[in-house]
């Protein structure tokens, strides 16, 4: 079974330059999450979908961060501008079912760097 | 507020030796408890969760966890350490109510397995 696929893996941009993230889940996970994982610090919920709706989206700073998941299936994450604090590793995630105890597959993240 | 607090930044243990990654949480209500662990440069990894029922909790790779509810713990252990246990463990947790599938992760615990 493959795993939740993630690129790029790392990006290096100049600060006020617009990025976008691209996240392929499980086949069949219906719920998708973004988290952002500041360095030293564990991750944190950006966004999470069920299937084409984001359902809870009160972490997601949406002067500059948006997403979308179109057809339920892969998602897009885009920071637009991106400013120096944004220097991440950001995180996808996926679960077959939603509100329930599963576990949660994560893909190996990209690691954004602003200057 | 709810959180998750891991006290130690760095636990060095001996080949061999057994090992404890320590997690507390604060959360209201019962919750749902993991332990997932990450190697350089990839994802998450799914170690162990608990739900109910026994309060030792057995996962992948020889690991297991305590659940202890009076002192709001869960702590991740394993009998004899090997060196490639070296990694970033985090301890989260999941609200059963209002958090609805949402992981709160502690700050994660280096683990130094040395020969």
């Known amino acids: 079974e493959a795993g939740v696929v993630q690129s790029p893996r790392y990006k290096i941009i100049e600060k006020k330059q617009p990025v976008a993230f691209w996240c392929n889940p499980i086949?069949?996970?219906?719920?998708l999450y973004w988290y952002r994982q500041n360095l030293g610090q564990g991750p944190e919920l950006l966004i999470r979908?069920?299937?084409?709706?984001?359902?809870?989206d009160s972490q997601l700073p949406k002067d500059r961060f948006s997403a979308e998941r179109l057809k339920g299936v892969d998602s897009t994450l885009k920071i637009q501008p991106a400013e120096l604090g944004d220097s991440a590793v950001y995180l996808c995630a996926s679960s077959p079912v939603a509100g329930s105890f599963n576990e949660q597959f994560f893909g190996p993240g990209t690691r954004l760097t602003v200057l | 507020a709810q959180s998750v607090a891991q006290p130690e930044d760095q636990v060095n243990v001996a080949e061999g030796n057994p090992l404890t990654v320590k997690c507390t949480y604060s959360?209201?209500?019962?919750?749902?408890l993991f332990w997932y662990v990450q190697y350089p440069n990839r994802g998450l990894q799914f170690l162990l969760k608990y739900i109910t029922g026994d309060n030792l909790v057995k996962g992948s790779y020889g690991f297991e966890a305590e659940f202890n509810k009076s002192q709001t713990s869960f702590h991740l252990k394993k009998p004899s350490a090997l060196v490639s246990d070296s990694a970033l463990y985090f301890c989260a947790v999941r609200p059963i109510s209002g958090g609805y599938n949402k992981l709160i992760f502690g700050a994660g615990t280096r683990l130094a397995v040395h020969p």
């Open positions: 086949s069949g996970h219906n719920t």
């Open positions: 979908y069920e299937n084409e709706e984001a359902v809870d």
């Open positions: 959360v209201s209500g019962n919750p749902y």
